[in-house]
């Protein structure tokens, strides 16, 4: 058993790992982006989006499947497998099964405290990301 599974055997439910990692995520983004230099609200949210969606997420946890110890795939794995979920009408199902996936891992290193891995796989999955993206302002 991992030494993070250990310390931590009762974590919320996957949907409310997912639901945490939703806003860990979004303030990731929103972050890199006001760093970048960016500060009009138009161009904030217009490039946000070009992260925050479910397509956008899924691209990003198939980068960090890799990357993932055996306690964070099994979160991921449990998330993604959730029986109840049910993803908005514009995502396809795989997509938003991987970004519910990707979620979870975030919200669960958030819960108990584990920014250096949470840095760690954000930073892995999004090299040169913003970058490019401000390229084209």
Do not use: C
Request: no cysteine.
């Amino acid at each position: 058993m991992d030494k993070k599974q250990e310390s931590h055997p009762s974590l919320p439910s996957v949907m409310a790992l997912a639901y945490l990692g939703d806003a860990v995520y979004s303030l990731y983004v929103r972050q890199r982006l006001v760093s970048a230099g960016i500060s009009h609200a138009g161009d904030l949210n217009r490039l946000s989006l070009s992260f925050v969606t479910a397509e956008a997420q899924a691209e990003r946890a198939e980068a960090m499947l890799p990357l993932l110890t055996e306690w964070e795939e099994d979160v991921r794995r449990r998330a993604y497998n959730h029986k109840g979920l049910h993803g908005p009408k514009h995502a396809k199902g795989g997509a938003y099964r991987a970004a519910t996936g990707f979620e979870a891992v975030l919200g669960a290193l958030h819960y108990i405290g584990d920014r250096t891995r949470l840095d760690a796989l954000l930073e892995a999955t999004h090299t040169g990301a913003f970058e490019k993206l401000t390229e084209t302002l």
